[in-house]
C-alpha cells in the first residue's frame, strides 16, 4: 500500500494527512448515503493513511461529527 504523505497541521506540532476526507453530509451535493456505507468510507480512509477528517458546523448541525463519533465506538 502506498504511504499517504504528511504534514505539519498549524504549529503546534500537530501531523496530518495530506489529504484529507471532506465528511460534508447535508445533501447539498444531492441524497445523502446511508450512514452505513460511510462509516465504511471513514474506515476505508483511515485504513489508507487519511487522518484529516474535515467537519464544519455548516455541514449540518453536528451531522458529520456525530457520524465519526460513531465511527469511533
Do not use: W
Amino acid at each position: 500500500m502506498e504511504k499517504v504523505r504528511r504534514m505539519n497541521l498549524g504549529s503546534q506540532g500537530l501531523e496530518v494527512s495530506a489529504q484529507g476526507l471532506g465528511c460534508m453530509s447535508n445533501g447539498y451535493y444531492g441524497p445523502g448515503k446511508p450512514e452505513a456505507d460511510m462509516i465504511k468510507l471513514v474506515h476505508h480512509a483511515i485504513h489508507h493513511g487519511i487522518t484529516f477528517l474535515d467537519t464544519s458546523d455548516v455541514y449540518g448541525p453536528y451531522a458529520n461529527e456525530i457520524l465519526l463519533g460513531k465511527f469511533l465506538l
